[in-house]
């Protein structure tokens, strides 16, 4: 299958790397426990992101992160918009924390002065923006995302799991109460399993308290440490990737019948007549996209497909001029 429903890159690590890459990872003893407090790893990101090491707490994947608020912070509701990143929602209902929905707007656009109102009225004490949003691939306005910020009295969770694709960052809005959260998911480290939160120091260390002592193993702790040594690669391979998302949102949108959304994210979301039909279609093809109509609501009809290489992005074309026009294979 070209598999292009998880947002992963779809490039690897070059050759020419492979041996250091290899001796470096070689050279861990996985016979010790990894080291608990991360210290060095969590400097270098700390570089990498600009900030101190004492603002950063690593986790297992964004999705730890997101565990590790949920359960870090007093009961209380968690609001977040619709639809979003579904992992908010099902992680607060795991730990009995109620949730209240925002929907989005037909466009994806997001109300702020709504989002605090149901904040409000929820007496709420977290909420998650996902900047750029997923599944819609859209980023709101800064002044959205700043009013929120500073209006609201629960902890903001900004989470920039597609910002290396996206036009800009959140950190200058970091506060006592607001976090921006990152993945290296999306660049490349899928299965690393590595994400970071960025906050005030003291909201950073009182997440560490629910924080489990070795959550990232020794191999992955070597496997960053040598990969931000490169990270002008993963950089340039983004930059590929944007080019490409242009590429595919412009010829996509040629297709009768077909709606493409504005992305900023890694993704594009696109409406079509039949999206069960095209999905399973692409699917006898060899082509694993996601399909979204079983969500209902703003997204009935929709499909999301992750950019891939130009090769497989060239395919998913191929396919729907098949599907769409009928053009032989
Ligand atoms: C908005 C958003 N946040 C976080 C994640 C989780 O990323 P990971 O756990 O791989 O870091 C995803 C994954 O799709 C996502 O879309």
New binding site residues.
Partial sequence: MIKLD??ENPFQIPDSLKEAWNERLSSVDINRYPDADMADLRAKIAHHAGVNADQILLGN????I?QMIIMAIDPGTCVVPAPT?V?YDLISRWFKRPVATVPLARDFNLNANQFLQVCGREKAEIAFL?CPN?PTGNLWPEETIARIANGFDGLLVI?E??GPFSERTHTHLIASNVLV?R?F?KLGW?GL?L?YVIGESDTIAHLNKVRMPYNINALTQAAASFLLDHFDLFEMQAAEIKTERERMSTALETFNGVKTYPSQANFILIQVPDANAIFDQLKVRGILIKNMHAAGGLLSNCLRITIGSTDENDAVLAAMDEIINGAPA
Wanted: proline share 0%; hydrophobic share 45%.
């Fill in positions: 998880a947002m994947g964004s999705d730890e997101i990143f992992m996902a997923n989470d799991a597609y959260l993945t998911s899928a399993r994400g």
